[in-house]
């Protein structure tokens, strides 16, 4: 009897000492986490568009406990985005930063050649939409639609004033689309964030905006802005915004469109264990319940896409702003 619980024991000893050999394997194998709280850095001030879109994702990663440590939203807007492409290739091959993008990732290297900074350097994590421009005015204004709008620009003539985020940047290029559709000449005034051109408006600061829906919507919503055409396709958004006009269902052409892309791109030299699980991270946010109400709600298009096939985007999107801004 000795000798046979001798052996069971040797047995279940034997099977234990088997079952921590693979546990201890299996940890060690275990997919990247981040190993501190993550830089999330933001390409545009505080109350803009991208600001509030990276602060929605931070929440739905809190909520939802998706991170093992938390993302630290960061506003680096200066230079409309030139702060944060030169940190952003500072942080080379930390796998601890990451950043959400806008339309300056393209315009701003293109304008600003001493920053020394080539997008295709960085490393694509994930597109989560396109948002969209709206062109907006205060409702005292009592222009209520896009022909009475041209006729008041016209009238004022410089004394126009279009604020906007940045100067060359987003803004910039669909007030520049709207003056050459139209034969306009304003004045352009640039903002360092999407909310700040929002607030200047129903301020009366400025006589008009082309912002984003997420920036407008709240004034909108109280009854103090209103929007007179999308700069979008016919039948792309949805719920109240699809009861915008777009430009082209006034008649003015397919042209007047323009897009904001809504990405994620992190340092060059990234870890490929790291890009890894930040493409997971934010496919499980896109794939959630918040983020597609939220596209529905304020306006932006889904869109997701990473990879190779998102640098490519990136690098065209790159060719397409040039040609806009040598226009």
């Not at 275990?30 to 709280?37: E, I, L, T, V």
């Not at 940045?166 to 139209?182: I, N, P």
């Not at 009366?204 to 396709?233: C, M």
């Not at 109240?240 to 042209?255: C, N, R, V």
Request: proline share 4%.
């Amino acid at each position: 009897m000795k000798i046979f619980m001798t052996s069971v024991l040797s047995a279940v000893m034997g099977a234990l000492i088997g079952l921590g050999t693979i546990v201890v394997s299996d940890t060690s194998e275990a997919a990247w986490q981040p190993k501190k709280p993550v830089e999330f850095v933001i390409m545009a001030g505080k109350g803009g568009g991208a600001d509030r879109l990276a602060r929605f994702i931070q929440g739905i990663i809190e909520k939802n406990k998706l991170s093992s440590k938390p993302l630290v939203p960061i506003n680096k807007g200066g230079g409309s985005g030139a702060e944060a492409l030169q940190y952003l290739k500072s942080k080379k091959g930390d796998n601890h930063v990451i950043m959400a993008t806008l339309n300056s990732y393209y315009t701003t290297p293109l304008r600003q050649k001493g920053l020394g900074v080539d997008i295709g350097s960085f490393t694509p994590i994930a597109r989560m939409a396109e948002d969209t421009f709206q062109l907006w005015v205060h409702v005292d204004t009592g222009i209520t639609n896009v022909k009475e709008y041209v006729a008041a620009v016209k009238k004022a003539g410089k004394k126009w004033k279009m604020g906007g985020t940045g100067k060359g940047a987003e803004d910039s290029l669909v007030t520049a689309m709207l003056e050459k559709k139209f034969g306009l000449g304003v004045t352009y005034v640039p903002y360092k964030g999407g909310g700040k051109v929002a607030k200047e408006l129903i301020g009366k600061h400025i006589n008009s905006t082309v912002n984003n829906p997420s920036e407008q919507v709240g004034f909108w919503d109280a009854g103090k802005s209103r929007p007179l055409a999308s700069f979008t396709p016919k039948g792309k958004l949805k719920g109240k915004w699809g009861k915008i006009p777009t430009f082209e269902d006034l008649g003015h052409g397919a042209d007047m469109v323009y897009y904001m892309q809504r990405s994620v791109v992190a340092p060059g030299g990234m870890s490929d264990d790291a890009r890894d699980f930040y493409v997971d991270l934010f496919e499980k946010v896109y794939r959630s319940e918040e983020w597609q109400n939220y596209l529905v709600k304020k306006g932006l298009i889904p869109g997701w896409l990473t990879g190779e096939k998102l640098q490519k985007y990136f690098l065209e999107e790159r060719s397409k702003h040039a040609k806009l801004l040598s226009k």
